[in-house]
């Protein structure tokens, strides 16, 4: 599961700036970090932002080296989202490359019009949004002109990989996919009602498939994470869906070999802890790599060799069990590209523990969390494990992830496993925390009331951040189902709403708890601002809901998060009831107004236990109730005045990232092991770093150009 990054786009971390952003060639090659590029019609489209992993020359050599190659394993298998995306992606990324770097004798407008299109390309890997899932098309180039420019590229040496296509045919081709908004113009449709295979137009479902066919594949096929399918005949002519594993030898062989190539290097940079072992009677002490953290990576290796499943769990199990300062992902995870939501998209990342000391005090505290949760006894938990919580830097996100990124995630999805091993709660925190200075001055100016300006700017970061820490780690976690439910599923039996209940009982928790003399205990904040950046965190988590209501298209709030937010905002603002927080219209505009936050908190109680009171009970009917009244309606006036102010400050749709890069050292002296160190740097631009991707993710050079 993936915490949006919505969340800070509604806190207002990004908002744009109203002065263009300097081209790549004004701006200096020391450091790219903040905002960098912005693309689309007044910028709205996408901002581009550069972001550090401080911390990373503070790791050991070896570690370094373990991160350097799981870089290469992650960057290895970045094309998988391509394919899996739509069946043309990656022809049109390629055609697009080839095209931009031979484009000598091409003119000016055709090539500003080529280049921001494939930024979106390579941001979204392909021509769909990757959270709207709509198709977008070319703003600024025609077909005529890409049609000119690419036989242009061709005479310049241009290699469009074409095996028996001419390239008009190619062109010719494409062309419905690249220009017109009408073909295939929803990726993941689950619109009720519709068959969902036959209308979403993803990689995943070869085209003449249908619904019907899927349903007469095998339980198995079906319910197979590591799957795409094709459309076959059998013998009497019918059609047939075939299953195809993502494997070595199957889908996307080429990519996950090359992945499992690069592993099987980092195996050799395991952390290693000291073991005692007894020999002919003499205790002894010897280094070995750490158990899980070896075995981790092996069911991996095998798993992309094999296909199997089975073994993509053993690795989560084991993944779940390490606890090592660099951590990454790679795999098939998230359902959220497949309109049956059961085929997982390829993601991967390297990550290094950062400042974790106050998330895992606040893990090791979920117990004296619970025993404070404002509902009855019989609800609360009597033994909590204690979820297993960091904080890191990410140094390269690819496939899913990347460089669309979440803010966080709470993985493996697993259910099972969940259950038996609980799960891990990775906060990312220079993509969490990433944001253009400026904007967010402009943010502040704009959104808040001048009374408040000052303590947003102080401790706004602050509760945004322990908003998102106690939502992960003590949130979710939190409570237990009424002993009448007899081990029932409460998410089974409240159904739809439930997804929406159980985000916004994660944020009431943090919004309740976070007045805890144990989070002064733990380092959160001094006890002289706990009640000041209390009030902070609730301007900015109600303030940026009411600015998300412009965000939000038509007059109803479908995402989970937004629709917890909104429930929240508008039952603490109840004409009715007083808990001291207000929407207020100020020259023509609303603002969040909070006169007392130990009143707010009594009302985020009142909510919390609620949810609870539902969650516990599997109160479909209550829960459905409670989001009809509080959290479904978009409110049209907030919506307009919002809308109207983020246009006119040119707020971005999306964001993309440019990550540090990793430089390896080499020692070509030294056979046994070239690689000597790796650096980190951030100086990359954003077409940098996406054609160095598609380089390197092909390359088994250990320093590839
Ligand atoms: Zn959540």
Known sequence: MKTKLAFALAAGAVLVAQSPAPTPAQTPATSRVGELERLGEGGRDLMILGVDAPGFDKLKTTQRKYAYFLYRAAIAGNDIAYFQNHRSAYEIKELLEQIYLHHAGVDAATMEGLEEYLKLVWAHHGQYGHTSHLKFVPRLLTFKQLEKAAKQAAKNGAEFGLKRESLERHLARLRPQIFDAKVESIQVNQVIGVDVVATSSNGLYEPGLTSKEIQAASAEAQGKLNVRFQLKKDKKGRKVAEAEEFKIGGAYSDQLELVTYWLEKALGYVDNEQVEV???????????????????????????????????????????????????????????????????????????????????????????????????????????????????????????????????????????????????NVVLL??????????????????????????????????????????????????????????????????????????????????????????????????????????????????????????????????????????????????????????????????????????????????????????????????????????????????????????????????????????PVIDLKNDRDMLKDVLLETKETFAEQMLRFSRWGKSREIAPK
């Open 430 to 663: 220079n993509i969490e925390g990433a944001q253009s200075a400026k904007v967010k001055e402009q943010t502040i100016q704009a959104f808040y009331l001048p009374e408040d300006q000052d303590l947003i700017t102080k401790f706004g970061d602050l509760g945004r951040q322990w908003t998102v820490y106690m939502h992960e780690v003590i949130g979710h976690g939190s409570g237990q189902p009424d002993a009448k439910l007899n081990g029932q599923d409460p998410s089974k039996l409240i159904g739809g709403t439930y997804s929406a209940l159980e985000e916004c009982r994660a944020d009431c928790v943090a919004l309740y708890q976070f007045f805890d003399p144990k989070i002064v205990e733990i380092g959160g904040v001094s006890v002289a601002d706990q009640l000041t950046a209390a009030k902070a965190m609730y301007l900015g988590y109600l303030g940026g809901q009411l600015r998300a209501n412009g965000l939000i298209q038509g007059d109803t709030v479908r995402e989970a998060h937004f629709r917890g937010r909104q429930l929240v905002l508008n039952y603490l603002t109840q004409p009715s009831t007083d808990f001291g927080v207000a929407v207020v219209n100020k020259d023509g505009h609303f603002f969040v107004q909070v006169t007392d936050v130990a009143k707010a908190r009594t009302g985020v109680s009142e909510v919390l236990t609620k949810l609870q009171t539902f969650k516990s009970n599997g109160d479909k009917e209550g829960a459905d109730k409670f989001f009809a009244d509080f959290g479904t309606k978009v409110n049209k006036d907030w919506q307009a005045d919002s809308k109207g102010r983020m246009d006119a400050l040119n707020l971005p749709r999306e964001r993309a990232f440019v990550f540090p890069q990793l430089v």
């Open 278 to 424: 007894v020999k002919d009677g003499v205790k002894k002490i010897r280094f070995e790599p750490v158990p899980h953290q070896r075995k981790a990576l092996v069911d991996l290796i095998t798993y992309f060799q094999s296909g199997d499943e089975k073994i993509f769990k053993d690795h989560s199990v084991a993944w779940l069990k390490t606890n090592s300062a660099v951590d990454y992902l790679n795999g098939f995870y998230e359902v959220y590209k497949d309109p049956r939501a059961v085929i997982g998209s390829y993601e991967a990342n390297v990550s290094f523990r950062s400042d974790s000391e106050k998330i895992e005090k606040l893990s090791q505290s979920a117990l004296y969390f619970e025993g404070k949760m404002p509902w009855q006894e019989s609800w609360r938990r009597a033994k909590v494990e204690p979820p297993i919580a960091s904080v890191v830097n990410v140094i390269v996100e690819t496939g899913d992830s990347g460089p669309m990124s979440p803010a966080a995630y709470n993985l493996p999805n697993y259910s099972d496993i969940r259950k038996e091993f609980g799960s891990k």
